[in-house]
């Protein structure tokens, strides 16, 4: 396949490629130098957020023997700093990700109320078949942890190749033959998604612009990762003209774990994508002859970079303005694809979601990273208690070992009799030894840990109430429950618009330009959450033109989403009111609004249950008379009480005044 018109091939051992890639491994190594400096801190967060020890000697030591059956006293870290993380994470993905649909746009320039549904529903399309709740969920808790989350995207266009043996009739030079088959292996390329794609990017991971701070990251000259790829991949981009240089690059294949990114903690195990699989068989494609054995090639490291550029200043076009263009290099060495990005939002496509609100720093500090040292202080409090109840439970006995015989004093077994030796007999037992009297010093540190514990809510806004626990005090009415509830969440609610401004709305404004510039399908698609009505068609066509226009994407406000229960009693209490207002009850879609409540109350069928009562066109119903699927009112005897073709007194339910004809059927 010839390579897409806009991948610009830059050939391996050209000057131009040569000064490329050492541009691009300049701002590599420059990202890497400044961004390393939160590493260690990030490693540490990593940890905390795994509730990870480090064991000293003699914890090693506790540890064999406890291996060996015997009790010993345990080290542990307090996770309480973890459990503040998922509660804050619990209340910002409700606030985020609680909304129906996720992504909600409106139109500022005239757009008709079905082309923002048919945006909304595509919107929620990508959402569902895109997979993308999966990083939204991730990009979230990395801000939590580390204090910051980036979140990647690309428009991608998946496929897949079915394969299928297949019988069809033998043909002799074109003429087919009667009652003869043979079985063909036939091969499909079937689309199977078009839309945006999101991934997450480890911290560690990023390569931004580090002469900016990484809230305005977009002011940047160039933003880009690492990354790992199977050789299967990269031998399909190959095919669909995406990359090259791939022969060269097969001759530079790295066979050890040397790689330009950090591994974070040893507690957080990485996939072992770099581990090379060996094989003693006739392999062909993949493989490298080395010392008789064939060893299959691994994955390939990848940094993935957009750079703004001057075209001209970089050898590839004559433009003088500014353009972003994406590249990407192979192992360090070989770069595999070059192209402008042709995007018409203009915008990296890294999106950056902070904790911390700090508008100057380069990289900000995480939930876990500030109350990290209240943290240790309760760990060290809990422990040392822990050490100290210990010890009391043991017995400290002074004794007197030429008078008692010792091995019946260390006998662990319980309702143990302790003899006295033959020179002790007749001598006061109480003088051969003496429990030593020992005091509780850390009686108030489980106190001072809650103390503790209240100081790291005050911080971080994290109250009890927000984790679902009710301060304690007597009885609460709901009313100063959900008061108290609503005031924890003020904290939250302010780190929620912050988010929401710096790091979602970018991100859904981009997912909206990319889709309307890139979206050539046509598909029937259900309406997306608030543009559902009850008792008709959900569903809208989807078309390039029913999407275009201008649109804001409907930030988010920080609060969170009325509780569905609660909402469905509000609308029966209204619905209770309404009755002793005919006036207003007259105006009002009843059936509508049974069916909202039901739905509310978690009842998705409640429309099944409905009688239609459309009317039919006279034209119709004379026509479905006519075939005999209409039954007349009253049923086919003419009504009840009527006797056969419709002779006899009128009874219930017939129409008076209309005459019949035998023979007929009804006239007049």
Same mark, same amino acid.
């Given at each position: 396949?010839?390579?897409?018109?806009e991948?610009?091939?830059?050939?391996?051992?050209?000057?131009?490629?040569?000064?490329?890639?050492?541009?691009?491994?300049?701002?590599?190594?420059?990202?890497?130098?400044?961004?390393?400096?939160?590493?260690?801190?990030?490693?540490?967060?990593?940890?905390?957020?795994?509730?990870?020890?480090?064991?000293?000697?003699?914890?090693?030591?506790?540890?064999?023997?406890?291996? =060996?059956?015997?009790?010993?006293?345990?080290?542990?870290?307090?996770p309480?700093?973890?459990?503040?993380?998922?509660?804050?994470?619990?209340?910002?993905?409700?606030?985020?990700?609680?909304?129906?649909?996720?992504?909600?746009?409106?139109?500022?320039?005239?757009?008709?109320?079905?082309?923002?549904?048919?945006?909304?529903?595509?919107?929620?399309?990508?959402?569902?078949?895109?997979?993308?709740?999966?990083?939204l969920?991730?990009?979230?808790?990395?801000?939590?942890?580390?204090?910051v989350?980036?979140?990647?995207?690309?428009?991608?266009?998946?496929?897949?190749?079915?394969?299928?043996?297949?019988?069809?009739?033998a043909?002799?030079?074109?003429?087919?033959?009667?009652?003869?088959?043979?079985?063909?292996?036939?091969?499909?390329?079937?689309?199977?998604?078009?839309?945006?794609?999101?991934?997450?990017?480890?911290?560690?991971?990023?390569?931004? =612009?580090?002469?900016?701070?990484?809230?305005?990251?977009?002011?940047?000259?160039?933003?880009?990762?690492?990354?790992?790829?199977?050789?299967?991949?990269?031998?399909?981009?190959?095919a669909?003209?995406?990359?090259?240089?791939?022969?060269?690059?097969?001759?530079?294949?790295?066979?050890?774990?040397?790689?330009l990114r950090?591994?974070?903690?040893?507690q957080?195990?990485?996939?072992?994508?770099?581990?090379?699989?060996?094989?003693?068989?006739?392999?062909?494609?993949?493989?490298?002859?080395?010392?008789?054995?064939?060893?299959?090639?691994?994955?390939?490291?990848?940094?993935?970079?957009?750079?703004?550029?001057?075209?001209?200043?970089?050898?590839?076009?004559?433009?003088?303005?500014?353009?972003?263009?994406?590249?990407?290099?192979?192992?360090?060495?070989?770069?595999?694809?070059?192209?402008?990005?042709?995007?018409?939002?203009?915008?990296?496509?890294?999106?950056v979601?902070?904790?911390?609100?700090?508008?100057?720093?380069?990289?900000?500090?995480?939930?876990?990273?500030?109350? =990290?040292?209240?943290?240790e202080?309760?760990?060290?409090?809990?422990?040392?208690?822990?050490?100290?109840?210990?010890?009391?439970?043991?017995?400290?006995?002074?004794?007197?070992?030429?008078?008692?015989?010792?091995?019946?004093?260390?006998?662990?077994?319980?309702?143990?009799?302790?003899?006295?030796?033959?020179?002790?007999?007749?001598?006061?037992?109480?003088?051969?030894?003496?429990?030593?009297?020992?005091?509780?010093?850390?009686?108030?540190?489980?106190?001072?840990?809650?103390?503790?514990? =209240?100081?790291?809510?005050?911080?971080?806004?994290?109250?009890?109430?927000?984790?679902?626990?009710v301060n304690?005090?007597?009885?609460?009415?709901?009313?100063?429950?959900?008061?108290?509830?609503?005031?924890?969440?003020?904290?939250?609610?302010?780190?929620?618009?912050?988010?929401?401004?710096?790091?979602?709305?970018?991100?859904?404004?981009?997912?909206?330009?990319?889709?309307?510039?890139?979206?050539?399908?046509?598909?029937?698609l259900?309406?997306a959450?608030r543009?559902?009505?009850?008792?008709?068609?959900?569903?809208?066509?989807?078309?390039?033109?029913?999407?275009?226009?201008?649109?804001?994407?409907?930030?988010?406000?920080?609060?969170?989403?009325?509780?569905?229960?609660?909402?469905?009693?509000?609308?029966?209490?209204?619905?209770?009111?309404?009755?002793?207002?005919?006036?207003?009850?007259?105006?009002?879609?009843?059936?509508?609004?049974?069916?909202?409540?039901?739905?509310?109350?978690?009842?998705?069928?409640?429309?099944?249950?409905?009688?239609?009562?459309?009317?039919?066109?006279?034209?119709?119903?004379?026509?479905?008379?006519?075939?005999?699927?209409?039954?007349?009112?009253g049923?086919?005897?003419?009504?009840?009480?009527?006797?056969?073709?419709?002779?006899?007194?009128?009874?219930?339910?017939?129409?008076?005044?209309?005459?019949?004809?035998?023979?007929?059927?009804?006239?007049?």
């Open positions: 396949m010839a390579l897409k018109p991948v610009v091939e830059l050939v391996l051992g050209t000057q131009q490629h040569t000064q490329i890639l050492a541009a691009l491994q300049q701002r590599e190594r420059m990202s890497e130098h400044y961004m390393s400096e939160r590493y260690q801190t990030w490693k540490k967060m990593e940890e905390r957020f795994r509730a990870y020890v480090n064991l000293t000697e003699n914890d090693k030591t506790r540890k064999s023997l406890r291996d =060996d059956g015997k009790p010993q006293y345990v080290t542990i870290d307090v309480y700093s973890y459990a503040m993380l998922l509660t804050a994470h619990t209340y910002w993905t409700s606030v985020f990700l609680g909304r129906n649909p996720v992504l909600q746009y409106m139109g500022i320039a005239g757009q008709a109320q079905q082309q923002e549904q048919a945006l909304e529903a595509l919107m929620q399309y990508q959402m569902s078949a895109g997979n993308m709740m999966l990083p969920y991730l990009w979230f808790m990395d801000a939590g942890k580390y204090g989350g980036v979140l990647g995207n690309t428009w991608c266009e998946e496929y897949v190749i079915a394969s299928q043996i297949m019988e069809v009739p043909k002799y030079y074109g003429i087919t033959i009667p009652g003869k088959t043979k079985k063909v292996r036939q091969v499909q390329k079937l689309q199977t998604y078009q839309g945006n794609k999101l991934f997450n990017i480890r911290p560690q991971d990023f390569r931004p =612009d580090p002469r900016v701070p990484l809230s305005r990251h977009q002011d940047g000259e160039f933003s880009g990762r690492m990354t790992e790829i199977g050789w299967n991949t990269i031998l399909k981009r190959q669909e003209g995406w990359y090259y240089n791939i022969e060269e690059l097969q001759k530079r294949l790295k066979v050890d774990r040397s790689w950090d591994t974070g903690s040893q957080l195990v990485l996939p072992a994508s770099m581990d090379t699989l060996y094989y003693r068989g006739q392999l062909q494609d993949g493989i490298e002859n080395k010392g008789g054995e064939q060893k299959q090639k691994s994955f390939i490291e990848l940094f993935e970079v957009t750079v703004e550029l001057v075209p001209r200043d970089w050898g590839l076009g004559e433009s003088t303005y500014p353009e972003k263009w994406a590249f990407t290099v192979a192992n360090d060495e070989v770069i595999v694809n070059a192209m402008p990005t042709g995007a018409y939002h203009g915008k990296f496509e890294n999106f979601l902070e904790y911390e609100i700090e508008g100057y720093a380069l990289s900000k500090r995480s939930m876990l990273e500030i109350v =990290d040292p209240m943290n202080v309760m760990s060290w409090l809990f422990n040392s208690h822990m050490y100290n109840v210990r010890k009391m439970i043991n017995d400290q006995i002074v004794v007197d070992p030429s008078r008692i015989t010792m091995k019946d004093l260390t006998d662990p077994v319980s309702g143990r009799i302790i003899r006295l030796k033959p020179e002790a007999y007749g001598s006061d037992v109480r003088t051969t030894f003496t429990q030593m009297q020992m005091v509780d010093i850390t009686q108030s540190h489980l106190k001072d840990a809650a103390g503790v514990a =209240d100081m790291m809510q005050r911080v971080l806004g994290v109250t009890e109430n927000v984790m679902g626990m304690p005090g007597g009885r609460k009415t709901a009313t100063e429950v959900r008061t108290s509830s609503s005031m924890s969440v003020n904290r939250l609610k302010t780190n929620c618009e912050y988010m929401s401004a710096g790091g979602f709305t970018p991100m859904a404004t981009v997912l909206l330009q990319n889709t309307q510039q890139r979206y050539d399908a046509e598909k029937k259900r309406i959450g543009g559902q009505m009850p008792g008709v068609d959900n569903f809208v066509m989807v078309t390039p033109d029913s999407i275009a226009g201008q649109y804001d994407f409907i930030p988010v406000d920080g609060t969170m989403p009325i509780d569905r229960f609660a909402q469905a009693n509000l609308w029966k209490e209204l619905a209770m009111a309404v009755r002793s207002m005919p006036e207003v009850a007259a105006q009002l879609d009843w059936p509508s609004i049974m069916t909202q409540i039901a739905e509310l109350g978690g009842i998705k069928n409640f429309n099944q249950f409905r009688v239609n009562t459309r009317v039919v066109p006279d034209g119709q119903a004379a026509a479905q008379a006519q075939a005999g699927n209409v039954v007349p009112i049923g086919p005897s003419g009504g009840p009480g009527k006797g056969p073709a419709g002779r006899g007194p009128a009874g219930p339910g017939s129409i008076p005044g209309a005459p019949v004809v035998p023979g007929v059927g009804p006239t007049g």
